[in-house]
């Protein structure tokens, strides 16, 4: 009930194209869902989150849809630059009784092909 | 700018000595920090939880007299790999949450290499 599932493991994205990672968590408790960015050798950074307020959230070339009902989440990168290939991690986040909680995915390689 | 600072980047050594990594938080007073280790090509994995003035809270599994924590400032936290072995060579990240709004934000990691 804590996992967060993540697919595709790989992605190969022409330049320009649109890149779409998928994510989906199974418990309802969860209430933040952050994406984030990871270079080799570098700690993971937000990139974008959302709440489950909003179906939808924009930033730039990011968006993050949220399906509420079916316990899904993805990352869309539209406009896919070269410099976006890195690995990708969703999560879950949540506060509960024992403290503040995320669960993270297995995480995506994104190459975009120059 | 950076909202959490993690030192040192790199640290290479010898085996059976000991490494400490700091943890500060810049931008806000943590009562809690996180410790991860990441594996190549895998995702994080939570060691522990760092209280500042009590005692860390450990994830089953992870040794608490291998890799002890002190929170002892509302901005830093350590972790020091004691008796470090090439096993224990791996990605070190530590991470902070803003208290209002429970944002998640990481260090820039450590890579520990154990000879």
């Given at each position: 009930?804590?996992?967060?599932?993540?697919?595709?493991?790989?992605?190969?994205?022409?330049?320009g194209g649109?890149?779409?990672?998928?994510?989906?968590?199974?418990?309802?408790?969860?209430?933040?869902?952050?994406?984030?960015?990871?270079?080799?050798?570098?700690?993971?950074?937000?990139?974008?989150?959302?709440?489950?307020?909003?179906?939808?959230?924009?930033?730039?070339?990011?968006?993050?849809?949220?399906?509420?009902?079916?316990?899904?989440?993805?990352?869309?990168?539209?406009?896919?630059?070269?410099?976006?290939?890195?690995?990708?991690?969703?999560?879950?986040s949540m506060?509960?009784?024992?403290?503040?909680?995320?669960?993270?995915?297995?995480?995506?390689?994104?190459?975009?092909?120059? | 700018?950076?909202?959490?600072?993690?030192?040192?980047?790199?640290?290479?050594?010898?085996?059976?000595?000991?490494?400490?990594?700091?943890?500060?938080?810049?931008?806000?007073?943590?009562?809690?920090?996180?410790?991860?280790?990441?594996?190549?090509?895998?995702?994080?994995?939570?060691?522990?939880?760092?209280?500042?003035?009590?005692?860390?809270?450990?994830?089953?599994?992870?040794?608490?007299?291998?890799?002890?924590?002190?929170?002892?400032?509302?901005?830093?936290?350590?972790?020091?790999?004691?008796?470090?072995?090439?096993?224990?060579?791996?990605?070190?990240?530590?991470?902070?949450?803003?208290?209002?709004?429970?944002?998640?934000?990481?260090?820039?990691?450590?890579?520990?290499?154990?000879?």
């Amino acid at each position: 009930q804590q996992q967060v599932k993540q697919s595709p493991q790989s992605l190969i994205v022409q330049k320009g194209g649109i890149s779409i990672i998928n994510c989906a968590y199974e418990n309802t408790a969860f209430d933040y869902f952050p994406w984030y960015q990871q270079f080799p050798g570098k700690g993971p950074a937000l990139l974008i989150a959302i709440r489950p307020d909003v179906s939808e959230k924009k930033e730039g070339r990011f968006t993050i849809s949220f399906n509420k009902s079916a316990k899904q989440f993805s990352l869309h990168i539209m406009d896919s630059q070269p410099g976006d290939s890195a690995t990708y991690f969703c999560a879950a986040s949540m506060v509960d009784t024992g403290g503040f909680k995320t669960i993270f995915g297995a995480g995506t390689r994104l190459f975009v092909k120059a | 700018g950076a909202v959490v600072s993690q030192h040192p980047s790199r640290v290479i050594c010898k085996s059976g000595t000991s490494v400490k990594i700091e943890c500060r938080s810049l931008d806000f007073q943590a009562t809690t920090m996180f410790w991860y280790r990441q594996f190549p090509k895998q995702s994080l994995m939570l060691m522990a939880t760092s209280n500042e003035g009590s005692k860390a809270t450990y994830e089953q599994g992870v040794e608490k007299d291998k890799f002890l924590i002190n929170h002892a400032s509302l901005t830093l936290s350590t972790l020091t790999v004691t008796s470090a072995h090439p096993e224990d060579s791996s990605f070190y990240i530590c991470s902070v949450v803003t208290i209002a709004k429970n944002i998640q934000y990481f260090g820039a990691g450590t890579r520990l290499s154990v000879l």
